[in-house]
């Protein structure tokens, strides 16, 4: 802890966890009160969307539903959401679902609340401060975006990613409730576990992160790598369930204070090219990125080691940061997450732009160790794999 500064986190969201939390939201909403609801065909086959308008119906409140929430949200989608909302006379927002479902409901809430464009929000222009309540229920553990004051869409025509960023944006109340991810596939849970992973990683060793957020950091990172095995393979155990979720948060309020790096600077490069999923996307570069970055910063390594689950005793920070690499890669091979594209039959080809992005990206400005195009190249082609004749 440095005595000489100054420390400050910033949280205004309130957050409500425990199995059976989801019946909490009766009391978020009156009769007076019409919530969208910004959700996918998923959570509805699981049911989950049913067990919210159950607990409508018993308090009277009436709701809408948009259900056409899909990966990585085009602008389109959210274009089209925002005019729903209108023409039914809706008053909030309820975002259902994974990031995608929340980020959504947070890109309609600026949408209906001004005349200026995503692209332009995007690019800085300030949102209206009169945005519709906002309330999220994740439906997995990885994104955290209940408690982060950003909202990330798909831009295809530009292949780019879209992040509005204000403190307007955190949702006004977050439920976490376990039991609503008792159906999540073992894939997703693993992909979303390595997103929330990443975040904690990388709020962990940005340039601004401090005493708080690294705590919060850690403290994620102690529960993502003890318990997300265990929920993949059984997500209807409730307490491993729990500590992901937890973990899911504390990793999204450090980076919401923090800010990320590099990892999500490539992540939402190949995001946009190759629409591989947000998760798989970090996971793909999280060990390079590591690596990368134990020059600026070896000291660090030692208590992220530890958190990761690796003794450190006797090791030299060298050492202890190899370990901490070690450790997320083996985590990641017991999970089967891909390696490289062509595993996962993707043809990889590197376009310039990607590079350009992901140097000028803000979230990269947060790394630890500045990276020059370069090295951006060379880590983009470093999960290439094998290039076909």
Same mark, same amino acid.
């Given at each position: ?20 939390? *989801?019946?909490? !939201?009766?009391?978020?909403? +009156? /009769? ?5 609801? =910004?959700?996918?065909?998923? %959570? #509805? ?85 009169? *945005?519709?309540? !906002?309330?999220?229920?994740? +439906? /997995? ?5 209940? =408690?982060?004051?950003?909202? %990330? #869409? ?236």
């Amino acid at each position: 802890m440095d005595p000489g500064r100054v420390y400050q986190v910033w949280n205004p969201g309130r957050l409500i966890f425990g199995p059976g939390a *989801l019946g909490e !939201i009766r009391k978020e909403f +009156t /009769t007076g009160d019409k919530p969208l609801i =910004v959700t996918d065909e998923g %959570v #509805v086959r699981a049911g989950i969307l049913d067990k919210v308008t159950d607990l409508f119906a018993r308090a009277e409140v009436r709701y809408d539903i948009f259900n056409r929430v899909v990966p990585d949200t085009p602008i389109e989608t959210v274009e089209e959401a925002a005019l729903f909302y209108r023409e039914r006379g809706c008053t909030s927002i309820i975002g259902l679902g994974g990031g995608s479902s929340i980020d959504t409901a947070k890109a309609v809430a600026v949408r209906v609340s001004g005349d200026g464009t995503l692209r332009e929000y995007g690019s800085g222009r300030p949102i209206p401060d009169c *945005l519709p309540p !906002i309330c999220a229920v994740p +439906t /997995t553990a990885g994104t955290g975006s209940e =408690v982060s004051a950003v909202a %990330v #869409v798909s831009d295809h025509e530009g292949k780019m990613k879209v992040g509005i960023k204000s403190p307007l944006l955190v949702p006004k109340v977050a439920l976490l409730d376990p039991l609503l991810l008792s159906t999540i596939p073992f894939r997703t849970a693993a992909e979303t576990g390595a997103d929330a992973l990443s975040h904690a990683i990388e709020a962990y060793l940005s340039i601004n992160s401090n005493v708080i957020t690294d705590g919060m950091a850690l403290s994620a990172m102690r529960m993502i790598t003890s318990n997300l095995e265990k929920f993949a393979a059984n997500p209807e155990e409730t307490e491993a369930a729990g500590r992901m979720l937890l973990g899911s948060c504390l990793a999204g309020l450090a980076f919401a204070n923090a800010g990320l790096g590099l990892v999500h600077g490539l992540a939402h490069s190949v995001g946009a090219y190759y629409h591989v999923s947000h998760g798989l996307s970090c996971a793909l570069y999280l060990c390079a990125v590591m690596e990368f970055n134990v020059p600026a910063c070896p000291e660090k390594f030692v208590s992220m080691a530890e958190a990761l689950g690796v003794d450190v005793r006797g090791l030299s920070s060298e050492k202890a940061a190899a370990r901490a690499v070690d450790a997320v890669r083996g985590l990641f091979s017991r999970l089967a997450i891909p390696k490289t594209f062509s595993e996962m039959g993707i043809e990889f080809r590197l376009d310039p732009k990607m590079v350009d992005d992901t140097y000028t990206a803000p979230v990269t400005k947060g790394n630890p160790r500045q990276a020059q195009p370069e090295q951006i190249a060379a880590l983009f082609l470093s999960v290439q794999g094998t290039v076909s004749g």
